[in-house]
């Protein structure tokens, strides 16, 4: 009876979840349920032994290290994604794994994508770390059951549920920089089967800086607010059903000290930056236990996205809308016993995108219906195995075939050794994954026909081994990873920085590609100190104008420590310190081509957690007020032609002290 | 890579050493009452005084494996010191007070679970 229930639940899971991640044990449970599966609190990052996919989990306890404040800033503590800023003026900042831009990586909402399009770098600030419930970061092409779009890895984030765990989440925060945030999040079981969920953000930068002096505010003022509520049915006969909604409101105006909203642009009047944003999300996943079939069910998962943004840089003007439907079917059984489990399914992906950009209007209506198998094989705890061959109908570039496999081995108890490799495709929005290179006076090189891109969709290989190593050392747990990924590019929409005064847009000609290893060692020093020291290197190379040189603006090195202490008294203390190697800044109209310098960075925090729930937090970024010199080239004449605000190597902006409380109600 | 080889060795041949070496060092079983993964952080917070070198419960069995150093500490005073934390086990009864004040999930005594 118990191993019956336990497969039905697990079944359920994988419904809730339809989950890449699918061999994971999901953080997320029915709550009838609750008595049979207790969740495994995650603390900080753990790479579980078992799963077919080195999965790096990434739990509440590691997002509260860095406290602020959304999602481009909760990898802070997490060596296998850098974060760097696109640009001088806009303030965001975008990832990078495997020394890949951000949009390489597919970002999930619990398995629907949700960072994409025109949202594939701001879309990381429209989740809210108090939000989140815990994220799973896998590197490398993964499961054929999430689109075939994922080059360098995926990263998925699950929210809060509504039938468990804190009742009550309240956050506020305020930095030293100007920036006040609050977060608030409740949930409520309406019956015993119905609950839903309410999450709410407000953000606002009221405070101009100008912490470099070049007459530029640091970050733009303005204030973000995002609603979001979600609803949970769990049915009788393993039927279950979830949906949710989202909205985003968000403006941005900076630029030069003086520039007001509405100036004309041009030279002699102060130099403007705004990005206003509009953003509506749907969502909803119903899935099927067969209970007479063990380990057979069925899901469907239906998301749709309205983004509209407008945006001005200098008198550049780019405005534009995303309007994206995405529906995913997923079938899953088994073959005679749990060892053999097989999933298929039909998806399609539907995008539509309206683009001004200077004079210019650009077009683009993508259909991309699909249809997916996979097979996943596991030999005791000794060997896991899964295929999954996916073949797309994309309606402007063709149909093709995204074949995947992931293998793991365990030789011993404490040691997984894992190998993947796999193809991925995507179309690059140009416009919205280089929005940084728009804040400076280059001209953008785009071939296009009529209202639309001339580019052929980026096509890559990528593949990657790693081994897991546990161990226990003086009775305290350690554990050590190394992993090494190659990405190669048949055909890369090149992004070419190298000619002053330009950016051009071409298809790859000639050799593109990645490698990337890591290590990282983790270590519990003495009791409830934890240690985590990494390394990680990148070669990343790419054809710019028929000569193959490093990528610009990515550090071939980087070094990472994280210390974490905490009493029994729940004090807590985490300091975290970076080292960033050299860069290769190219050639301006005002430079020559240069390297970098290689700089530290530390953050630090001290948080309090009091008996009523109350916690107090204290923390620094950037310590040693580390800044890049001068990160606009030309600040003093934005007009001409020499201006350029996109040449970011380092930190933009100075040292930030914030504070914050946080309330949970269990 | 090679570096790495080596490195990965000392660790695992240390770790080796350090557990057949160390006479004063004893593992030693106990049951100890509690339910849930709250329990679990409360049990092992509480078992961790001066001489212990690990605590682990598991929240399936009740087991509290536990590793100590007899010269410094006895395990009658680790399960004390957990007793004193709400959490009974078969040497000692947890006093009332503190069982009272353990969070909902850890009433074992309600729930008749271990």
Redesign the interface.
């Known amino acids: 009876m118990n191993y019956k229930r336990k497969l039905l639940f697990s079944g359920l899971w994988l419904l809730v979840g339809l989950s890449a991640h699918a061999q994971a044990d999901s953080t997320q449970a029915p709550k009838k349920l609750k008595e049979v599966i207790?969740?495994?609190?995650m603390n900080t990052t753990k790479v579980s032994l078992m799963k077919p996919m080195k999965v790096e989990e990434i739990g509440k306890g590691e997002l509260l290290k860095a406290a602020c404040c959304n999602l481009s800033e909760s990898f802070e503590t997490t060596p296998s994604v850098d974060v760097a800023f696109t640009d001088a003026v806009s303030g965001y900042k975008q990832v990078q794994m495997l020394g890949l831009a951000g949009p390489y990586t597919l970002i999930t909402r619990e398995n629907i994508p949700d960072v994409r399009g025109l949202a594939a770098i701001t879309g990381l600030t429209y989740t809210p770390g108090t939000w989140i419930d815990g994220m799973q970061l896998s590197k490398g092409t993964g499961s054929v059951l999430n689109g075939y779009e994922s080059v360098a890895g995926q990263i998925n984030i699950e929210l809060r549920k509504p039938f468990e765990e804190d009742k009550l989440v309240l956050n506020v925060y305020q930095n030293s920089q100007g920036r006040t945030e609050g977060n608030f999040y409740a949930r409520k079981e309406l019956s015993k089967r119905l609950s839903t969920g309410f999450f709410a953000h407000a953000r606002s930068q009221w405070l101009k800086t100008d912490q470099n002096k070049d007459g530029f505010l640091d970050q733009p003022l303005g204030n973000q607010y995002i609603l979001l509520n979600r609803w949970f049915y769990h049915a009788p006969k393993g039927f279950e059903a979830q949906a949710g909604i989202k909205g985003v409101y968000s403006t941005n105006t900076g630029g030069q000290w003086n520039y007001i909203k509405g100036d004309e642009q041009q030279a002699g009047k102060p130099w403007g930056y705004e990005l206003n944003t509009k953003r509506l999300e749907g969502w909803a996943k119903i899935g099927k236990v067969f209970p007479h079939k063990p380990a057979t069910s069925m899901g469907l998962q239906l998301s749709g996205v309205y983004h509209d943004q407008d945006a001005l840089f200098g008198n550049r003007v780019y405005d534009a809308r995303q309007k994206s439907l995405y529906a995913n079917l997923i079938f899953q059984s088994i073959i005679d016993n749990t060892n053999h489990v097989i999933k298929g399914g039909l998806s399609t992906v539907l995008d539509d995108y309206d683009e001004l950009f200077g004079a210019k209007v650009y077009k683009r209506t993508e259909i991309v219906p699909g249809a997916f198998a996979e097979y996943s094989y596991s030999y005791l705890d000794k060997f896991n195995l899964i295929a999954g061959l996916r073949g797309d109908y994309d309606n402007l570039y063709g149909g093709f075939l995204t074949p995947r496999l992931h293998l793991r081995y365990a030789p011993f108890k404490k040691t997984a050794i894992r190998a993947s490799i796999g193809r991925a495709q995507r179309t690059a929005n140009i416009l919205a994954e280089n929005m940084g290179y728009m804040a400076s006076s280059r001209v953008f090189v785009i071939p296009s026909t009529a209202n639309s891109f001339n580019l052929d969709p980026e096509v890559a290989w990528n593949m990657g081994v790693n081994l897991t190593?546990k161990?226990?050392?003086?009775?305290?747990d350690?554990s050590?990873g190394?992993d090494y990924y190659y990405t190669h590019f048949q055909n890369q929409v090149i992004a070419d920085v190298e000619n002053p005064g330009q950016v051009s847009f071409y298809n790859l000609s000639g050799p593109s590609f990645a490698h990337s290893l890591q290590?990282q060692f983790d270590y519990e020093l003495i009791?409830h100190l934890s240690m985590r020291l990494a390394y990680r290197w990148y070669n990343v190379m790419s054809t710019f104008s028929g000569v193959l040189k490093e990528k610009p603006l990515i550090a071939a090195n980087r070094a990472f420590a994280n210390f974490g202490y905490e009493t029994?008294n729940s004090w807590k203390f985490d300091y975290t310190f970076h080292w960033t190697g050299t860069k290769r800044v190219p050639a301006t109209h005002m430079m020559l081509g240069f390297r970098s310098p290689s700089f530290v960075q530390m953050n630090a925090q001290v948080s309090k957690m009091f008996k009523n729930n109350i916690e107090i937090y204290l923390g620094g970024e950037n310590l040693t007020n580390y800044m890049q010199h001068d990160p606009i080239i030309g600040a003093d004449a934005p007009f001409a032609h020499g201006f350029d605000a996109s040449m970011i190597w380092g930190p933009v902006m100075g040292r930030n002290i914030y504070a914050g409380v946080r309330y949970n109600l269990? | 890579m090679k570096r790495l080889i080596v490195f990965l060795s000392i660790i695992f041949f240390s770790s080796a050493v350090f557990a057949q070496q160390n006479k004063d060092i004893v593992t030693e079983h106990y049951k100890v009452s509690g339910n849930c993964e709250q329990c679990k952080k409360r049990i092992e917070n509480a078992a961790y005084i001066k001489g212990v070198k690990r605590a682990e419960w598991n929240k399936e069995t009740g087991d509290l494996t536990l590793i100590y150093r007899p010269s410094q500490t006895s395990a009658d005073a680790v399960l004390q010191h957990i007793a004193k934390a709400g959490h009974e086990s078969g040497q000692v009864k947890a006093d009332d007070a503190a069982y009272k004040k353990l969070p909902h999930c850890c009433a074992y005594k309600e729930t008749g679970k271990h």
């Open positions: 207790i969740k495994q609190h190593q161990f226990m050392l003086d009775y305290r350690g050590f190394v290590a009791h029994n269990k």
